[in-house]
């Protein structure tokens, strides 16, 4: 459902922007970090953290930053108005007409919000979810006047703080330099690669001012990023982080009080990184071995290489990238899986081709005519030389929900959402489609066989994630209805052969939507369904939203509390869970 971050640059721009960067002295932080971003709007002081290579102002030349000129600023909003106004193409295509697209749930919420105190409605909290809940997603700080896309807003956390019982609840965005850089200058100016190609004269308008603003220095990509960091959570090498796929992470931090603070965008030492390949940005769904603390992650280009796969190790350094040149196009790759010794990619029909712009369509596009097609590489290969790949009519993975071996190593099993509908995801997102199913792949005989779960709608499916990369048998996934709203939750049970495998299902009330859930084992060495689902719902009746803690191992999912939340949270992406032991350490 996530496809693409929306402010994605496709990588022979962000070439052209280092080249520009270098010809115009832009700043480079490079600098250890010192202090949190503030809410100050001095965007010329971002900060970027955890470099291998540092450098100081005194030694290098290209920390200088030219301040925008109040003149040209003027005139590139002024085109920007134009092109808004007498360019774009009306009516709007519902996925991306904001009166469409930013209704109900949807619509953001206009400010952030300190902590607050939480009332606890129903039942009491149990002990073991002291610590934090963060559900990321996107949220436009400003009302959009054109084209937008579901994924395009600023990211925001919505973060529950509980200890002993009691709560705290606060919101707060994501500081990127994107968000910084357009909240001072007091609009958007970025680009979305799902939404502001509309028409071929607008579309040409947008790229010569994004170029122009970018020469002129009023808009720095190749130095301080472009994403919006609106798609998830993850905790890599004992530290917090929210991701987005089109830019590096952004280090956050929870704060004692129960704040959030964004600390800095972060490269991870930016090691290993081939010649003439820049490390700007990675994927949102990076996996971390429970066991060995190692994230496994990858990047897809626009040019060769399309997918690169690298790992962080448990200290947080980045190690060298393995280059997958056997992906021949440039392909939207979300999601991928890991397990003990494997790491499995699923290369699918959506495709990246730039050319469109001028033609004035989106870049990314469904290839019909492509032959899905799985991927299987070692998880600590030094090349591609030992990957091979099987064809996967049909398969267009949205998220993979795990993965493992059985057979000494002969099959890898994975557990996947896969888009029935693909064509309308990018057109008719409101309308799509995804299942739960196995598939089973023979490393031996390079065949595969599938399976699926549940004939129901499912997605953002979770397990215990203490069995990443291991063979589990409880899946946890949102139940969606038209249009995209989750109206329950499911417990599946995939040790069954049952073509539906659910075995425990938990209905919202009338009018409820909820979100993904996130597994917390109550006890660690107990069962695997020995834990609680939780998640966020929002009551549209009573224009309320509320924490809903749920026992994982009831056949119903019972309730067994409920927290009322001090203002309404919107619909979302991903979330993450941090129990008090890790939070402390952080």
């Known amino acids: 459902m996530d496809t693409l971050s929306s402010s994605y640059l496709p990588k022979y721009t962000q070439s052209f922007l280092l080249k520009i960067q270098k010809n115009y002295s832009f700043t480079t932080f490079h600098e250890p970090l010192k202090k949190p971003i503030s809410n100050t709007s001095d965007i010329f002081k971002f900060?970027?953290?955890?470099?291998?290579?540092?450098?100081?102002?005194?030694?290098?030349?290209?920390?200088?930053?030219?301040?925008?000129?109040?003149?040209?600023?003027?005139?590139?909003?002024?085109?920007?108005?134009?092109?808004?106004?007498?360019?774009?193409?009306?009516?709007?295509p519902p996925s991306v007409d904001p009166k469409n697209v930013l209704s109900g749930n949807y619509a953001p919420v206009e400010n952030e919000l300190p902590p607050t105190a939480c009332e606890v409605a129903e039942g009491s909290i149990p002990i073991c979810l002291n610590g934090a809940y963060l559900r990321n997603g996107p949220n436009p700080q400003f009302s959009p006047r054109g084209p937008y896309h579901l994924f395009d807003g600023d990211g925001m956390i919505q973060m529950i703080r509980i200890s002993n019982g009691e709560a705290t609840f606060c919101r707060r965005y994501i500081k990127t330099y994107k968000y910084m850089m357009e909240r001072d200058l007091g609009y958007p100016i970025i680009p979305s690669f799902l939404s502001s190609f509309n028409g071929v004269m607008a579309s040409l308008a947008r790229v010569a001012v994004t170029a122009a603003r970018v020469i002129t220095g009023e808009f720095t990509p190749a130095v301080n990023g472009y994403g919006t960091s609106n798609i998830s959570v993850a905790v890599i090498a004992g530290k917090l982080y929210a991701l987005g796929e089109s830019d590096l992470p952004y280090e956050i931090k929870v704060t004692a009080d129960g704040d959030l603070v964004t600390l800095g965008r972060c490269d991870f030492g930016g090691g290993g990184v081939a010649a003439g390949e820049e490390f700007l940005g990675m994927t949102a769904h990076p996996k971390v071995d429970p066991d060995t603390g190692e994230a496994f992650a990858f990047r897809y280009h626009v040019v060769a290489p399309h997918l690169t796969f690298f790992r962080i190790d448990s200290e947080g350094r980045k190690q060298a990238d393995v280059a997958i040149r056997g992906v021949k196009t440039a392909t939207v790759v979300h999601d991928f899986a890991v397990t003990e010794n494997y790491a499995v990619f699923n290369e699918g029909k959506m495709v990246i081709t730039p050319a469109e712009i001028l033609r004035g369509?989106?870049?990314?596009?469904?290839?019909?005519?492509?032959?899905?097609?799985?991927?299987?590489?070692?998880?600590?290969?030094?090349?591609?030389?030992?990957?091979?790949?099987?064809?996967?009519?049909?398969?267009?993975?949205?998220?993979?929900?795990?993965?493992?071996?059985?057979?000494?190593?002969?099959?890898?099993?994975?557990?996947?959402?896969?888009?029935?509908?693909?064509?309308?995801?990018?057109?008719?997102?409101d309308m799509g489609q995804t299942t739960l199913e196995e598939i089973r792949i023979n490393t031996k005989t390079k065949k595969i066989r599938r399976r699926p779960l549940s004939d129901r709608v499912?997605?953002?499916?979770?397990?215990?994630?203490?069995?990443?990369?291991?063979?589990?048998?409880?899946?946890?996934?949102?139940?969606?209805?038209?249009?995209?709203?989750?109206?329950?939750?499911?417990?599946?049970?995939?040790?069954?052969?049952?073509?539906?495998?659910?075995?425990?299902?938990?209905?919202?009330?009338?009018?409820?939507?909820?979100?993904?859930?996130?597994?917390?084992?109550?006890?660690?060495?107990?069962?695997?369904?020995?834990?609680?689902?939780?998640?966020?719902?929002?009551?549209?009746?009573?224009?309320?939203?509320?924490?809903?803690?749920?026992?994982a191992k009831s056949p119903n999912l019972e309730i067994v509390a409920a927290v009322k939340i001090p203002s309404r949270v919107p619909n979302g992406i991903h979330g993450f869970f941090v129990g008090e032991n890790c939070l402390s350490k952080m």
Not at 78 to 84: A, G, K, V, Y
Not at 480 to 489: A, D, H, Q, R, Y
Request: charged share 25%; with cysteine; aromatic share 8%.
């Open 458 to 551: 499912l997605d953002l499916a979770v397990i215990n994630p203490a069995f990443v990369g291991k063979k589990n048998r409880y899946v946890y996934a949102p139940i969606i209805e038209t249009p995209m709203k989750i109206v329950g939750l499911v417990k599946v049970d995939i040790s069954l052969s049952s073509d539906d495998s659910v075995v425990g299902t938990r209905m919202y009330e009338p009018g409820c939507t909820g979100g993904e859930p996130f597994f917390v084992a109550n006890n660690p060495a107990g069962d695997e369904d020995d834990g609680f689902l939780i998640t966020y719902v929002y009551d549209e009746i009573s224009q309320e939203s509320k924490f809903l803690v749920m026992d």
């Open 361 to 429: 369509r989106r870049p990314v596009r469904v290839d019909g005519g492509k032959i899905p097609r799985i991927g299987v590489i070692e998880k600590y290969a030094r090349d591609e030389s030992g990957m091979w790949w099987v064809d996967a009519p049909g398969l267009n993975i949205s998220h993979a929900v795990n993965a493992w071996e059985e057979d000494g190593g002969d099959t890898v099993v994975m557990v996947v959402t896969n888009y029935t509908t693909v064509e309308m995801v990018l057109d008719r997102l």
């Open 47 to 92: 900060k970027k953290i955890n470099r291998k290579t540092q450098t100081t102002p005194d030694n290098n030349n290209n920390n200088r930053t030219r301040k925008p000129n109040p003149l040209l600023t003027t005139l590139f909003k002024s085109i920007d108005d134009f092109t808004l106004g007498s360019l774009d193409k009306f009516p709007l």
